[in-house]
């Protein structure tokens, strides 16, 4: 990698770019066992693959100051993927005996290319009092991904020799997607011992995605699209929020501050041959507060609470059956729910020159957690999807310190 910065007067660019390389190997294993009312039986297998990628990135950034109170940032950056992996795997089934009933290999292949190109824009308009500050962020990311995957599975007797039935299958996934983002904050000060700050946000994500399945039919040896494991959508994301907290500094180095961030979440799927939108629309509510000592000896104390939200992603909504290990089938749940946290942690600090250290604990209490639920099948074979459980209390405690 490599970087050129340019600065005069009011104007700075800096241009990088870069190259990485990686090749990794690995092995692996499971040893299952299944349970029935009146029977139990054994699923292993025995893994190894390889992966090898390329990974080409830049980034150019523009600055640029109008004037004493206004200035404007430009930054684009460009990231790209291209990698090859292999993978072979053994599958056995064993009987109460550990007798093997049913034996074969699966060799996985894919190739996968991405590229990723993001625009940002930045304004600031300072006031007379360096405090004021109104600030427009805005962003545009997109995103190519072609994922190639072909799979061939022999079955075996359980001495190894072959049976003569084997499978072949292939998986293309195109996805195309975009976001854009935009943002505004506002500081003011208010008096000599308050300060407010307000703003707005607006986050817009769409991906459409198309899966092509086909199986090689034999003894023409041709491949036939395979239509239930195919699909093509188009998924939307829209997040729009406000926010609005207050300072208050009650001497010198004490202060308060809280607020609440109000969030707005849509989402819902566009799917080929399916008038389901699958809507999944919902309200977050998510107060904040501080407080915060500090001394002249460089010790501070920050008590902070703050409740934040975990969405469900595209990998956890998706109601498209991914049919790649026939083993262990899985499928998105559009309905899932976003899982909530209330946060509260204590901070002891000290600070100087020398060295810092520090120590915190914390308790949060987390509601309605979303997991992947592993469902087993009458044939042996699993489902698993992702559903709402329960809650759950968690107590931490973590120290962190350095020296100079």
């Not at 990485?20 to 299944?34: D, H």
């Not at 809507?279 to 002249?296: E, G, I, Q, R």
């Not at 942690?345 to 949060?364: A, H």
């Amino acid at each position: 990698s490599g970087n050129i910065t340019y600065r005069k007067n009011k104007f700075a660019l800096n241009f990088s770019g870069g190259f990485g390389y990686g090749e990794y190997k690995g092995s692996s294993y499971s040893n299952r066992q299944n349970f029935y009312t009146d029977s139990s039986n054994y699923f292993n297998t025995i893994a190894a693959s390889g992966n090898n990628n390329r990974r080409p990135n830049m980034r150019l950034s523009l600055d640029y100051d109008l004037n004493k109170h206004q200035s404007m940032n430009f930054t684009a950056l460009y990231n790209s993927n291209n990698s090859a992996s292999e993978n072979n795997t053994e599958y056995s089934n064993l009987d109460r005996y550990s007798q093997v009933y049913k034996l074969s290999n699966r060799i996985t292949g894919t190739g996968n290319e991405s590229w990723s190109p993001a625009l940002n824009f930045t304004y600031s308009i300072k006031g007379k009092n360096p405090k004021t500050l109104l600030k427009f962020i805005s962003g545009f990311n997109f995103n190519v991904n072609n994922n190639e995957r072909d799979f061939y599975q022999q079955y075996l007797n359980p001495d190894n020799t072959p049976t003569g039935s084997d499978s072949t299958q292939e998986q293309n996934t195109y996805s195309k997607n975009n976001s854009i983002s935009l943002r505004i904050n506002y500081d003011k000060p208010v008096g000599k011992k308050t300060s407010l700050n307000v703003g707005a946000s607006y986050n817009r994500y769409n991906n459409h995605n198309v899966l092509n399945t086909a199986f090689m039919k034999k003894p023409e040896n041709v491949f036939v699209k395979n239509e239930q494991l195919s699909n093509d959508f188009i998924f939307h994301q829209t997040i729009t929020g406000f926010r609005a907290s207050a300072r208050y500094d009650f001497i010198p180095d004490f202060y308060v501050n809280g607020g609440l961030q109000a969030e707005y979440t849509q989402t819902n799927f566009d799917i080929k041959n399916n008038s389901n939108r699958y809507l999944n629309n919902y309200w977050s509510m998510l107060p904040f507060a501080n407080l915060v000592k500090k001394w002249k000896n460089d010790v501070s104390i920050t008590f902070s609470y703050k409740r934040t939200v975990q969405r469900p992603r595209l990998n956890e909504l998706n109601p498209s059956l991914d049919y790649a290990d026939p083993y262990n089938t899985r499928s998105g749940n559009p309905y899932v729910q976003a899982y909530y946290a209330d946060n509260f942690d204590l901070i002891f600090g000290k600070w100087n020159k020398k060295y810092n250290f520090n120590v915190s604990v914390g308790y949060n209490a987390l509601q309605k957690i979303y997991s992947s639920i592993r469902t087993l099948q009458p044939d042996g074979s699993t489902f698993t999807t992702w559903q709402n459980i329960s809650g759950r209390k968690e107590y931490e405690a973590s120290a962190w310190g350095g020296y100079t």
